[in-house]
């Protein structure tokens, strides 16, 4: 079994841990009223997608980049979990899997959250792309990454205009304070 292997099996193991971990973390944070409008399945679809393009060998007509390009890809998957991880930790109560929002709710503007508006998100996009390094397919590396860029997109849309209606003017001075929402200077 080569490294690229037991890493992917290994990436399935904490990615199923780390996204139980997350729903049994937040499911009391859960209300019926969700303004998700289906995001949350695009985002699921987005990342399967990707998962099959990983696993398969659809595009091996591509020249593979180098071998040590693997420990890269371990190195950003991995930094990906720990910041999804802690970025949702840090939200707590706010945080939840549906794009909601309860009069209880605070904005979090602090943290990882004064860097980019949507660090978990972040994180679950390095996880993704630092997986699709692993097979060192450049052409799996690039459709992965438009895949995750247009499922996050939709989301992005859906989750800030539902914080938008709830925080009115604060979510707007958010948003220009914190100008990125994704990657710092680049989304």
């Not at 690229?4 to 009223?33: A, R």
């Not at 420990?71 to 910041?83: E, H, K, T």
Request: hydrophobic share 45%; net charge positive; charged share 15%.
């Amino acid at each position: 079994m080569n490294l690229q292997t037991i890493f992917t099996y290994i990436f399935f193991v904490i990615f199923i841990s780390t996204e139980m971990w997350i729903k049994n973390k937040t499911k009391s944070n859960n209300v019926n009223d969700s303004a998700d409008k289906g995001s949350r399945y695009i985002i699921i679809g987005s990342v399967i997608s990707c998962l099959f393009l990983i696993n398969g060998q659809f595009l091996d007509f591509v020249p593979h980049l180098p071998s040590l390009t693997i420990y890269l890809g371990i190195l950003i998957s991995l930094a990906g979990f720990a910041l999804r991880v802690y970025a949702v930790n840090y939200l707590g109560k706010n945080f939840t899997l549906a794009v909601q929002t309860t009069d209880s709710q605070q904005l979090v503007d602090h943290g990882p959250y004064s860097i980019v508006r949507n660090p978990a998100y972040t994180g679950s996009i390095l996880s993704i792309l630092g997986l699709s390094i692993t097979s060192l397919n450049p052409l799996t590396i690039i459709i992965s990454l438009i895949l995750l860029v247009l499922g996050y997109s939709i989301r992005l849309r859906v989750e800030e205009k539902a914080l938008g209606n709830h925080f009115g003017k604060n979510y707007e001075a958010y948003c220009q304070k914190v100008r990125y929402r994704v990657f710092p200077y680049i989304w």
